[in-house]
């Protein structure tokens, strides 16, 4: 079993930038498929971005395609979502999580699928 830290959040103006970490411990971090998902007051938990063990496939929302950037270091057993030009819309609690898989190249967006999930670290963006 993996047990995922986040870090990294805090308060940011709008276009600004902040880099999020998901430490994990436990388990080596390549042995799973990785995503972050935020959630907003009020609002359910969406997906963000997504990598495959092998980092060689990723996948973002719409939403933060072409800002948002996700990857992973096995040497830190670590997951980073790098976030630029950030807008108050950003404002959310963000996760990040794991997925058991035999796959090297799989990855999801479905939160369901995911198997272990960290406690979340908060971004609030300041217009």
């Known amino acids: 079993q993996v047990q995922l830290v986040e870090s990294g959040g805090g308060l940011v103006q709008a276009g600004g930038s902040l880099r999020l970490s998901c430490a994990a411990s436990?388990?080596?971090?390549?042995?799973?498929?990785m995503g972050w998902f935020r959630q907003a007051p009020g609002k359910e938990r969406e997906f963000v971005a997504a990598t495959s063990r092998s980092g060689g496939s990723t996948y973002y929302s719409d939403s933060v395609k072409g800002r948002f950037t996700i990857s992973r270091d096995s040497a830190k057993n670590t997951v980073y979502l790098q976030m630029n030009s950030l807008t108050p819309v950003d404002t959310a609690v963000y996760y990040c999580?794991?997925?058991?898989?035999?796959?090297?190249?799989?990855?999801?967006?479905?939160?369901?699928?995911?198997?272990?999930w960290g406690q979340g670290t908060q971004v609030t963006v300041s217009s």
């Open positions: 999580a794991g997925k058991n898989t035999y796959s090297s190249e799989y990855y999801t967006t479905r939160a369901r699928e995911y198997d272990y």
């Open positions: 436990g388990r080596l971090i390549s042995t799973y498929a």
